[in-house]
Each structure stands twice: as structure tokens, then as C-alpha cells.
């Protein structure tokens, strides 16, 4: 329970830097002008994300493991974009409100790709620093 709650605060923590820092990312509750409203629906859009990761990430991770080994961790990074986009969606559909690129309504445009590779970077690398900081 205790690695739930800090996977929950560091994903908490690295959606809203990437809220912040990467263009094309708006979560519109990580201003939190709104408090309680907005901590529930940032909580509801970091829990999704979380559960993505968590399981229907890891299937498919060890599903593109010899695709990853030939293309030296390329294809790791492409799950991880896709993953990112994934989440999105289920947020949007479930009550969360975060846009990435032009989706909500594109999907499959420039520029909702090269957001969604930019924000699973930094989600990447900031989760893994508060992890780092937040012991399990």
C-alpha cells in the first residue's frame, strides 16, 4: 500500500511538471484555482496514468521485449508515447481533462505525438527523481 501511495504522488508530481514545462500538454485543474476540485480531478487523471502503467503497460513492455532488444530500447519509448496517449483518453472519458497536442479531437496528428513523446519523458524522468526521493 505504501508503493502505491508513493507511485500515486510521483505521478501526481510529474504530471503537473509536465503540465508546466512541456507545450502542448494543458491540464487545466493543474493551476488549482478551483482546490478541492481540482486535487480530485488531478488525482483522478495521476490514478489512470498510474493504472496504464501498471498493468496494461507491463503486458505490453514484455510483449515488445525482442522488438526492444532489436531496436536497442526505440521501441520501449514508442510504448511509452502510445501509453501516454492511452491514458489520456481514458482520463478524458472518465472525467479528467487533459489535452495533449490536438487531442481531444485528433488523436493521430504531429502534434499530439510530439507531445505526448516530450510529456513521456519528462513524466519519465520526474517520477523517477520524486521516487528516488520518496522512499517505498
Not at 508503493?3 to 485543474?29: H, K
Not at 519528462?122 to 528516488?132: E, I, N, P, Q
Amino acid at each position: 500500500m505504501k508503493g502505491f501511495i508513493a507511485t500515486f504522488i510521483a505521478t501526481g508530481v510529474a504530471l503537473w511538471v509536465a503540465a508546466r514545462v512541456v507545450p502542448g500538454i494543458e491540464i487545466p485543474s493543474s493551476a488549482f484555482r478551483a482546490t478541492p476540485q481540482d486535487f480530485i480531478t488531478f488525482g483522478t487523471i495521476a490514478v489512470v496514468f498510474g493504472v496504464a502503467n501498471g498493468l496494461i503497460g507491463s503486458v505490453v513492455k514484455t510483449l515488445a521485449l525482442p522488438f526492444n532488444f532489436l531496436t536497442m530500447g526505440l521501441a520501449g519509448f514508442v510504448v511509452n508515447v502510445a501509453l501516454f496517449i492511452v491514458a489520456a483518453y481514458v482520463s478524458n472519458e472518465i472525467g479528467g481533462s487533459i489535452a495533449v497536442g490536438d487531442f481531444p479531437p485528433d488523436i493521430l496528428t504531429q502534434a499530439t505525438i510530439v507531445a505526448a513523446a516530450l510529456g513521456s519523458l519528462v513524466v519519465g524522468l520526474v517520477s523517477a527523481v520524486v521516487r528516488l526521493v520518496i522512499p517505498d
